[in-house]
């Protein structure tokens, strides 16, 4: 890294300790870290005091591994009064009263230092997904580092940038909040060369209250963007497409083809199938910067993502790299070589089953493209959809619209889980009860169930139901007690809530059984 310990000294603040004889104030240090396990020699160590573990347990262990500096907001005699490592397995050290701030001050400091052009995406929904295709689709040109898994927080995005290296020509950032102020600390460690906003949906309403107050948090992004730093919104979103001008530069604007994705979008999709989609990418004059592209690009490409709403994503990617130089060619080639992500409506195929990966996050947005995603199945659908977090006050309304929502697409057996799919459970029903109904019954006490007009419907033709457990250890009993029952053979399965409840053992287990091979 090119980044001295006097100069972590210096942004940080607080008190520098020197000693040893291998730690000089001019030396640049080779990685930064928060877990010990992934110290390394030559490195910095930032000693976080956290809710279930305090860094400063593992000064000793670190020092041993070769770290020239640590970040601590404990003194060598606090830390083996509470810790008992003793004050002469300590090397040098940094004294601060915040060590996550530290993090942040030493992150912005490094930012400061490279040449290197870096693309911030953020978004109520599509962000990892779109930063998986605009890194692809980048890598065709240049050498890129994106962020790792879900680290775009104000933890993850200092991590991320305190990554980058002297070969990196452009690093692809996420950036997630759930609260104002957020961005505004992000966007100063990260200062975007391209800022880049999937859309404005329903999440962390509990704080930010409404789609405008979400629109006003985002927008924090531009707060220290580069002052020829150029801007990529999603031009199909009624909020977005209100921003004309930020600090005197114009957005761009991309989208599925409507007018007002201005100039980059999906012309026409030639496939959406559960295992990807073919399209057609127009991208108009404007975007594609260097000489030989000038006038309107069309490529065809391959979007190996599953589902429809992957054709937004990519649009973006693509905005984002015609502003970068790349040719049709070249997003075409790095489209066709993205990868999924688990948790995020990851495919897993296995002998008993087909399974779509939702267990990191969800909110009404996210939900419905799994819904969508689930809906192109050609076998029996099974949704397993468990509470969405940080709704608000509406969040009753935005459970139910999702149970509505399930029926609605012909999912065949929706699950819901947890205290506020209730109101999912109970909007399923009553939606499934209409549909029940049938529409040539002449008067309403022929209206009744399946057979009401006699042998032109029965039964098998309307099969929906929906089932509810007040938690996940509920649902697990169910599923032990009885698979079959509720994930048929053959079924297509998806898993889906907010990963504060723990999905991913439900998908864990569901995997473990449809992973034997069948008799």
Not at 511 to 516: T, Y
Request: proline share 3%; aromatic share 4%.
């Amino acid at each position: 890294m090119n980044l001295t310990i006097n100069e972590i000294a210096k942004a940080c603040g607080g008190t520098l300790v020197l000693q040893g004889d291998r730690t000089k104030g001019d030396a640049n240090v080779s990685a930064v870290a928060i877990d010990s396990r992934k110290a390394e020699a030559g490195g910095v160590f930032v000693a976080v005091s956290g809710e279930r573990v305090d860094g400063h347990r593992f000064v000793g262990n670190v020092y041993e591994k070769g770290i020239v500096l640590t970040v601590v907001e404990k003194s060598p005699e606090e830390v083996e009064k509470e810790h008992g490592i003793p004050k002469d397995k300590w090397g040098s050290y940094l004294m601060v009263k915040d060590s996550l701030q530290a993090l942040r001050d030493m992150a912005e400091a490094y930012r400061r230092k490279l040449d290197v052009k870096v693309v911030g995406i953020t978004g109520s929904a599509g962000k990892t997904s779109t930063k998986e295709l605009t890194a692809a689709v980048l890598s065709e040109k240049y050498k890129v580092l994106k962020t790792e898994g879900n680290l775009n927080n104000e933890i993850g995005v200092p991590l991320t940038l305190l990554r980058i290296r002297q070969e990196h020509q452009v690093a692809v950032v996420e950036m997630g909040i759930s609260d104002f102020g957020e961005m505004h600390r992000l966007s100063k460690m990260a200062r975007p060369d391209i800022c880049v906003i999937t859309n404005i949906g329903q999440s962390h309403l509990k704080d930010l209250k409404t789609r405008d107050g979400i629109l006003k948090a985002k927008s924090e992004i531009f707060d220290y963007m580069a002052q020829d730093g150029e801007i990529c919104l999603n031009g199909e979103d009624d909020k977005l497409i209100e921003v004309r001008e930020i600090n005197g530069r114009r957005p761009h604007f991309f989208g599925l083809g409507g007018d007002s994705s201005e100039e980059v979008l999906v012309e026409e999709s030639i496939g959406r199938g559960l295992w990807g989609s073919d399209a057609t990418m127009l991208m108009k004059k404007g975007v594609l910067r260097n000489k030989e592209s000038l006038q309107e690009v069309r490529v065809q490409v391959h979007i190996p993502l599953p589902g429809s709403h992957m054709l937004q994503n990519a649009a973006a990617a693509a905005c984002v790299a015609g502003l970068l130089g790349l040719t049709g060619e070249e997003i075409a080639a790095g489209m066709a070589k993205a990868a999924p992500v688990g948790g995020r409506d990851n495919l897993i195929r296995l002998p008993r089953n087909t399974f779509i990966d939702g267990c990191y996050n969800a909110n009404p947005a996210s939900m419905k493209a799994a819904i969508d995603l689930l809906a192109l199945a050609d076998t029996k659908k099974v949704a397993i959809l468990g509470d969405m977090f940080n709704l608000g006050e509406n969040s009753h309304d935005y459970h139910g619209e999702m149970g509505a929502y399930a029926v609605e697409k012909g999912v065949d057996l929706i699950i819901c889980v947890g205290e506020e799919s209730r109101h999912m459970y109970a909007e399923a029903q009553r939606s499934m009860e209409e549909a029940r109904i049938c529409e040539r019954a002449e008067n309403s006490d022929e209206r009744q169930g399946y057979l009401c007009c006699g042998t032109e419907c029965s039964a098998e033709e309307k099969t929906q139901r929906a089932v509810y457990f007040p938690d996940r250890k509920a649902l697990m009993e169910a599923l032990n007690s009885g698979l079959g029952d509720l994930v048929p053979e053959g079924a297509t399965v998806l898993v889906k809530a907010s990963h504060g409840m723990e999905f991913i053992e439900v998908l864990d287990f569901l995997q473990n059984s449809a992973a034997a091979e069948k008799p």
